[in-house]
């Protein structure tokens, strides 16, 4: 990998295809397109954003990376964003019972301007090309998430039989949201994010306890995915973390005596591990492909991939994705 070895350039790796050395800035997408975009911008027009989820952990930058500031993709192309964790808090919860609660001058302001555009624009938004969501489909997508909130659709955690709810996490959170949009929606991609992860940086027991917790998330998500009669046997997962840690041990030590570990561009903290599961006539089961000292394969490969597997890749310019499809892992 190349690049700073933070988080949001992590992310933006994986999900666009490019090395970056764009320093973290919560207001700007990033330069190059996202898989999101390429995925709708070059498969079935009849493909809409229903079939593209971005499901994140976290606010803060990552909403950012659903579409990028190309002139030729961008926000048109985005997938549908949600952060689980915040939408179906408490918090979030009393901020949708007053969805519509604005304030009269507000709401007049609103009404000025939507009465000036309805005069001088002759073009619905359900006119435009790529636009996100049809109203039926933003109807279901509202639909679905009031479910939630009032506990109609039950929620099955991802914790082993018998294992109280206080042991969840975000990171499951998170992964038994992407589940429901899985089994809701059943999307031809989606992406979801595990960030309880980064408290190495002073706990290293925490950072292990929480690792084996997106461990099991992510078996439990596979198993529901192979019980589903929709998606069994036509799924492909891919499994990368966003970078490695370094090598040596900063000087912070937890309770169990365990120092802690940084992730500062050493180049132990650009050795990243990736893992593909699939079904067995297209993907190779039980293959170890490069080692420690000979690699394989980079952070760049994931997005050509993905295009690969979806079969979109050859109408991608060439010049925007300079990584290679990741053919060892398959049959």
């Not at 990552?62 to 579409?67: C, F, K, M, S, V």
């Not at 992964?175 to 190495?200: G, R, Y």
């Not at 041990?249 to 570990?261: E, H, M």
Request: charged fraction near 20%; proline fraction near 7%; glycine fraction near 8%.
């Amino acid at each position: 990998a190349e690049g700073p070895t933070g988080h949001f350039n992590g992310h933006s790796v994986v999900l666009t295809g490019r090395y970056t050395e764009t320093g973290l800035n919560l207001n700007i997408n990033p330069e190059y397109p996202t898989i999101f975009e390429y995925y709708r911008k070059h498969t079935d027009p009849a493909k809409s954003a229903l079939n593209a989820w971005w499901v994140s952990l976290d606010l803060g930058p990552y909403p950012a990376l659903n579409y990028s500031r190309h002139p030729d993709y961008g926000s048109l192309y985005g997938a549908n964003y949600i952060s689980p964790v915040t939408t179906f808090g408490s918090f979030a919860y009393d901020k949708f019972s007053t969805l519509n609660a604005l304030h009269p001058e507000e709401l007049n302001r609103l009404n000025t301007i939507k009465t000036f555009l309805n005069k001088n624009f002759d073009k619905s938004i359900t006119d435009i090309p790529g636009i996100v969501n049809s109203a039926e489909e933003k109807q279901e997508i509202h639909e679905f998430i009031l479910k939630l909130l009032q506990g109609d659709i039950p929620i099955e955690w991802p914790l082993p039989t018998g294992v109280p709810t206080y042991n969840l996490s975000g990171d499951l959170i998170n992964i038994a949201s992407a589940w429901k949009i899985m089994e809701q929606f059943h999307p031809e991609l989606l992406v979801v994010n595990t960030t309880n992860l980064d408290v190495c940086h002073t706990d290293f027991s925490g950072y292990i306890q929480n690792l084996h917790k997106s461990d099991y998330g992510m078996g439990w998500l596979w198993n529901k995915i192979q019980n589903d009669p929709v998606l069994a046997d036509d799924t492909i997962m891919i499994m990368i973390p966003e970078h490695g840690r370094n090598l040596e041990a900063n000087t912070l030590v937890d309770a169990n005596g365990l120092f802690a570990y940084d992730h500062t561009t050493d180049e132990n903290s650009r050795d990243v591990f990736g893992l593909i599961v699939g079904p067995a006539d297209v993907v190779n089961q039980g293959t170890v492909v490069g080692t420690t000292e000979v690699p394989n394969g980079q952070s760049i490969d994931i997005v050509p991939t993905i295009a690969h597997i979806l079969g979109f890749k050859d109408d991608i310019p060439s010049y925007l994705i300079p990584g290679g499809i990741m053919d060892e892992a398959f049959v």
